[in-house]
Antibody
Framework: QVQLVESGGGVVQPGGSLRLSCTAS????????MHWVRQAPGKGLDWVAVIGYDGTNEHYADSVQGRFTIFRDNSKNTLYLHMNSLRTEDTAIYYC???????????????WGRGTLVTVSS | EIVLTQSPDTLSLSPGESAILSCRAS??????LAWYQQKPGQAPRLLIY???NRATGIPARFSGRGSGTDFTLTISSLEPADFAVYYCQQRSNWPPYTFGQGTKLEVK
């Protein structure tokens, strides 16, 4: 079955850290750029970060730059998001998503996981 | 940062009718626009990319058009499964990739 499965969400205090994982199964992973997108409860979609298919390029939204790190392990078909200095406004469902294009990246997202909820609260 | 504004916020229609959703960009984005559908409790699904190209498995009832700053998503002959929230997204000027605020398509 073609799927992306996120894990690692939970409740964390402001200032804390968390690492999310996204594992791909039944789908080509290593040839595609991968993204993280988040959605605060009841709100719209907010792009967070992208990493190239080989892990050599990464870009971030200004709101997370310097606090979040995206990385991947193609041998494990897994994408990660390490989040430091978490704020209450980081509370959201975090989705991993595969880029539409193979080997380059388009910025469009054609395969999504079901998401993992991160709650930042004291 | 490019701002995408969708209209209307909510669209109330009946099954069988046609829906036209709009997305306006704060500056020209050529044809670098996608549309997604999101149902409650589910992840978004890519419908249209590069303004008018249907993604794999998307029925022909969904069509997109536009370029520059004004774009539309048309859904003809609405089916019950089409009632959802729709987002547009641009890839012209990044980072960041930005989304519109969403249009909720609800049953009248």
């Amino acid at each position: 079955q073609v799927q992306l499965v996120e894990s690692g969400g939970g409740v964390v205090q402001p200032g804390g850290s968390l690492r999310l994982s996204c594992t791909a199964s039944g789908v080509t992973f290593s040839g595609y750029a991968m993204h993280w997108v988040r959605q605060a409860p009841g709100k719209g979609l907010d792009w967070v970060a992208v990493i190239g298919y080989d892990g050599t390029n990464e870009h971030y939204a200004d709101s997370v730059q310097g606090r979040f790190t995206i990385f991947r392990d193609n041998s494990k078909n897994t994408l990660y998001l390490h989040m430091n200095s978490l704020r209450t406004e980081d509370t959201a469902i975090y989705y991993c998503a595969r880029d539409l294009w193979n080997t380059g990246w388009s910025g469009f997202l054609d395969l999504w996981g079901r998401g993992t909820l991160v709650t930042v609260s004291s | 940062e490019i701002v995408l504004t969708q209209s209307p916020d909510t669209l109330s229609l009946s099954p069988g009718e046609s829906a036209i959703l709009s997305c306006r960009a704060s500056q020209s984005i050529s044809s670098y626009l996608a549309w997604y559908q999101q149902k409650p409790g589910q992840a978004p699904r890519l419908l249209i990319y590069d303004a008018s190209n249907r993604a794999t498995g998307i029925p022909a009832r969904f069509s997109g058009r536009g370029s520059g700053t004004d774009f539309t998503l048309t859904i003809s002959s609405l089916e019950p499964a089409d009632f959802a929230v729709y987002y547009c997204q641009q890839r012209s000027n990044w980072p960041p990739y930005t989304f519109g605020q969403g249009t909720k398509l609800e049953v009248k």
